[in-house]
């Protein structure tokens, strides 16, 4: 009995902290038009990681460095979406970054994004 009732209170305070789980945390989160609405009105923090070799890299992706490479149009969606959230393009072009670099993003669950620049 003693031990139904600790794994009925264990598992009501595990059900309790993915109460809080944002929307951040979907499988959905990266793909395109999820992470182009993210874009639009993104106002966190942000990393900025560099492709070294990004021709290389649409074709033969390392799976250490990046997400899997977007389509042509999936790349030209990200930037109108980060040009079109106009304080989140002065915070990139503030640090050296050239929103034409930017080929990939990929949300944290904390809701901050990585870009990733070529």
């Known amino acids: ?9 264990v598992a009501a305070i595990a059900s309790q902290v993915f109460v809080g789980v944002s929307y951040a945390d979907s499988v959905t989160m ?3 038009p999820e992470l182009q609405r993210t874009l639009v009105t993104f ?5 900025l990681k560099y492709l070294n ?6 074709t033969d992706p390392d799976a250490h460095d990046t997400n899997p490479p977007r389509t ?3 790349v030209e969606n990200i930037q109108a979406a980060i ?4 304080p989140l393009a002065k915070r ?7 929103i034409h670099d930017v080929v990939n993003a990929e949300q944290a669950a904390d809701g901050s994004i ?4 070529k």
């Open 72 to 74: 042509v149009q999936g």
């Open 1 to 9: 009995m003693k031990r139904t009732l600790k794994l009925a209170i």
């Open 92 to 98: 990139l072009e503030a640090r050296g970054v050239n």
């Open 114 to 117: 990585t870009f990733w620049l």
């Open 83 to 86: 040009r079109s959230n106009h």
């Open 43 to 47: 106002n966190q923090d942000f990393d």
């Open 30 to 32: 990266n793909w395109g």
């Open 53 to 58: 070799d990004y021709q290389n890299q649409k």
